[in-house]
């Protein structure tokens, strides 16, 4: 009953050495009204997980675009639907998809209230789903229940179910041109009934929800997400996989969006300098380091106001031949590029 609708819910290699492990917060974690981020779906043709661990390498460099959304975090009474789900925080709207979830957020847990994508598709939890409970780090878990009633069309689908959380692993996150160090893998097993009285025959079906979203502390989105369905009992399977490189706002900050999609760096294997060149950011700080594929900061390349940093040169002349790690700091968003010395 629900097969239709599980691919949108997802819209809604280096050896190292021992990091800190990273611990999410509702202060560092939970989405604020305003924030924006550019999301990418994904060929899921050969992509798995890959194992969890502490300090571990996650590969997934050569994932293939195949759309762009971007999700929004709107205040729920800032929608017409708002009123369906009582509790409700905030509400993501994405510009390619008119499926929106809607979130409970607490200084002690994040829950999913339900979602909305019209007057007769839909679906509003009476007990939500906790998704995360802070503070939230490696090996940390937490098991709890659900229920709910789903619409589809002129069918009330009852829905029941159960999760299991838990951050599987930490370490480094390669993505397309992007490498972010100090990543939580978070790891959830979903299984849920639906059941409807279809044509005064009773109808069950049971779902496997497998997901993994890997999140680094003060960015409010999942770096990249790969979910999985199978149908229990049932033929119905599902792939899907996206990454949201890019914040194209930060609330409070919305000068800081052209940073991200503007970063250029040149030349890349650099020999003697590095060249570091955006956009936008207007009057705000930013501050740029160097560190090293241990975790080790190895220098702050520039530190100041962004409108005399757009074009900065760096002599890379003292540093060691091998792989970089340059991360540019702007108010709440945090842009990671890696980069060679020859």
């Not at 510009?95 to 007057?119: D, E, F, M, R, V």
């Not at 069918?155 to 599987?168: L, R």
């Not at 969006?257 to 207007?282: D, R, T």
Request: proline content about 5%; aromatic content about 10%.
């Amino acid at each position: 009953m629900l097969k239709k609708l599980l691919p949108s819910l997802l819209l809604v290699g280096l050896s190292i050495a021992s990091y800190a492990q990273p611990i999410l917060t509702a202060a560092n974690f939970s989405p604020q009204i305003g924030d924006a981020f550019a999301s990418r779906i994904c060929d899921t043709t050969g992509v798995v997980p890959g194992a969890g661990g502490a300090n571990i390498t996650w590969n997934f460099n050569t994932l293939t675009t195949t759309s762009i959304d971007t999700g929004t975090a709107t205040a729920c009474s800032a929608t017409p639907s708002c009123s369906m789900f009582p509790g409700s925080s905030y509400a993501i709207v994405a510009q390619s998809t008119h499926l929106i979830p809607y979130y409970i957020a607490s200084s002690a847990k994040l829950s999913q209230n339900g979602y909305y994508i019209a007057t007769d598709t839909n679906a509003v939890y009476s007990d939500p789903i906790d998704q995360i409970r802070y503070p939230f780090t490696y090996l940390d878990s937490f098991d709890d229940g659900y229920s709910g009633l789903i619409t589809l069309d002129t069918n009330i689908v009852h829905e029941t179910g159960t999760i299991h959380v838990v951050c599987d692993g930490y370490g480094i996150l390669n993505l397309p041109g992007i490498a972010d160090s100090n990543v939580l893998r978070i790891h959830s097993t979903q299984i849920f009934v639906d059941s409807a009285n279809l044509f005064g025959f009773p109808v069950m079906q049971t779902f496997r929800l497998e997901t993994y979203a890997w999140y680094v502390p003060n960015y409010h989105s999942p770096l990249l997400a790969i979910l999985l369905t199978t149908q229990i009992g049932g033929s119905y399977t599902n792939k899907a996989v996206s990454y949201a490189p890019v914040q194209v706002h930060s609330a409070g900050v919305a000068e800081l969006h052209n940073i991200s999609s503007s970063l250029k760096l040149y030349p890349n294997p650099a020999q003697n300098e590095l060249n570091i060149v955006f956009e936008g950011a207007g009057n705000g700080h930013v501050h740029m380091t160097l560190t090293d594929v241990l975790g080790r900061e190895v220098a702050v390349v520039a530190d100041g106001v962004a409108t005399k940093l757009q074009h900065t040169t760096y002599n890379t002349t003292g540093l060691a031949k091998g792989i970089y790690l340059l991360r540019v700091l702007s108010g709440e968003e945090t842009i990671t590029r890696k980069i060679e010395i020859q």
